[in-house]
């Protein structure tokens, strides 16, 4: 019983990993970006928008950040 509870919760765990990380590389395979929506903004103020929220940071940081951000939320 001991087995099969430690094998359930492994394959949770992988899992839910997969599942984390296909949604964050998806998200960055999408066109466009979080501030495009809004009105167009000075190039300058884009730039400090993304330097705030770690956008031009290179992706395996930008991974790194969800993956401790997200630790923090649980």
Request: aromatic share 12%; charged share 20%; glycine share 4%.
């Amino acid at each position: 019983m001991i087995n099969y509870i430690i094998k359930r919760l492994v394959a949770s765990v992988i899992t839910l990993f997969v599942v984390l990380t296909a949604t964050f590389f998806l998200m960055h395979a999408l066109p466009g970006g979080p501030f495009d929506s809004d009105k167009p903004l000075p190039p300058q103020i884009k730039a400090n928008l993304e330097a705030k929220y770690g956008l031009n940071k290179p992706l395996y940081e930008q991974y790194v950040m969800y993956l401790k951000n997200l630790s923090r939320e649980i």
